[in-house]
């Protein structure tokens, strides 16, 4: 399995912005299609982004749509999740996931393999 780390978050107030950073230890991490999730305190494990293992295709949960950008850069192992106009609702421990040559991207949390442990996202009001 990919060894994922995340890293990036903290505490901002409403309507400012944070990059996280979810850095694996493997060669051939161009192959992996990678997604991002949250989990907030009572709540389920939430989608809320993911970027295809070409770079290409992304897609975005509708909570995320027009605020949050995922991208990838392959030379470093690392995909992004830029968050900008943060609300409240936000805050939740994003963690990165990933998986091995899928044709599309799954928003399922079951359809991915490898998980890192979560960076805490805190937004207060």
């Known amino acids: 399995q990919l060894h994922l780390v995340e890293s990036g978050g903290g505490l901002v107030q409403a309507g400012g912005s944070l990059r996280l950073s979810c850095v694996a230890s493997?060669?051939?991490?161009?192959?992996?299609?990678v997604a991002w999730f949250r989990r907030a305190p009572g709540k389920d494990r939430e989608f809320v982004a993911a970027?295809?293992?070409?770079?290409?295709?992304?897609t975005y949960a509708d909570s995320a749509k027009g605020r949050f950008t995922i991208s990838r850069d392959n030379a470093k192992n690392t995909v992004y999740l830029q968050m900008n106009s943060l609300k409240p609702e936000d805050t939740a421990v994003y963690s990165c996931?990933?998986?091995?040559?899928?044709?599309?991207?799954?928003?399922?949390?079951?359809?991915?393999?490898?998980w890192g442990q979560g960076t805490q996202v805190t937004v207060s009001p």
């Open positions: 970027v295809h293992y070409s770079g290409i295709t992304t």
């Open positions: 493997e060669r051939h991490f161009s192959t992996f299609t």
């Open positions: 996931a990933a998986v091995r040559y899928s044709p599309n991207v799954p928003v399922r949390p079951d359809l991915y393999d490898d």
